[in-house]
T-cell receptor, first 116, second 112 residues
Framework: GAVVSQHPSWVICKSGTSVKIECRSL??????MFWYRQFPKQSLMLMAT?????????EQGVEKDKFLINHASLTLSTLTVTSAHPEDSSFYIC????????????FGEGSRLTVL | DQQVKQNSPSLSVQEGRISILNCDYT??????FLWYKKYPAEGPTFLIS?????DKNEDGRFTVFLNKSAKHLSLHIVPSQPGDSAVYFC???????????FGGGTRLMVKP
């Protein structure tokens, strides 16, 4: 199946710094990518829908100024956690579809963020 | 309000037996349901799906059953293997295509 890759897999940062997580579709073009967040022992919560060439659509309760999403090309979306705080520590997962909203979703490996 | 619920946070099964994971949903607009398997520190991987026009879909050891009137679906794994030990998420989507709503997950442990 299609491959979606995330980088970095693990990141530890100091409180107040910004962290960028990349999500790449390796063998297909993704017009739409989704970013999820998972707290320990909880479900995956959709944060935002990333649309190539346009602004991301954020879910209710997600601060768009804190979680900056850029989808500059058909194979790359980035999530930047700005001015990170310990409560932002979480597992962030991206997913992408090879056929827009109608296609099967493929998930990245996830990125674990720990903010000290 | 959780639209997709997995009421059992964990399940332990003996190798070779059947594993049954359950999922309930409340949104009648959901018309496509999926099961994902997730290992620690990894992203979910797709397992099996079912459209609302069907009530059963089978793929090898995995079978998903859908009861629309009860808004309930279940995943059966027969026979269960130790390698099946993971967290299983059910997910649902509606008119918005593949924008998924996930359940809370069930941790399956298959004992040798």
């Amino acid at each position: 199946g299609a491959v979606v890759s995330q980088h970095p897999s693990w990141v530890i940062c100091k409180s107040g710094t910004s962290v960028k997580i990349e999500c790449r579709s390796l063998d297909f073009q993704a017009t739409t990518m989704f970013w999820y967040r998972q707290f320990p022992k909880q479900s995956l919560m959709l944060m935002a829908t990333s649309n190539e060439g346009s602004k991301a659509t954020y879910e209710q309760g997600v601060e768009k100024d804190k979680f900056l999403i850029n989808h500059a090309s058909l194979t790359l979306s980035t999530l930047t956690v700005t001015s990170a705080h310990p409560e932002d520590s979480s597992f962030y997962i991206c997913s992408a579809s090879d056929r827009g909203l109608a296609g099967e979703l493929f998930f990245g490996e996830g990125s674990r963020l720990t903010v000290l | 309000d959780q639209q997709v619920k997995q009421n059992s946070p964990s399940l332990s099964v003996q190798e070779g037996r059947i594993s049954i994971l359950n999922c309930d949903y409340t949104n009648s607009m959901f018309d496509y349901f999926l099961w994902y398997k997730k290992y620690p520190a990894e992203g979910p991987t797709f397992l099996i799906s079912i459209s609302s026009i069907k009530d059963k879909n089978e793929d090898g050891r995995f079978t998903v059953f859908l009861n629309k009137s009860a808004k309930h679906l279940s995943l059966h794994i027969v026979p269960s293997q130790p390698g099946d030990s993971a967290v299983y998420f059910c997910a649902a989507s509606g008119n918005a295509g593949n924008m998924l709503t996930f359940g809370g997950g069930t941790r399956l442990m298959v004992k040798p």
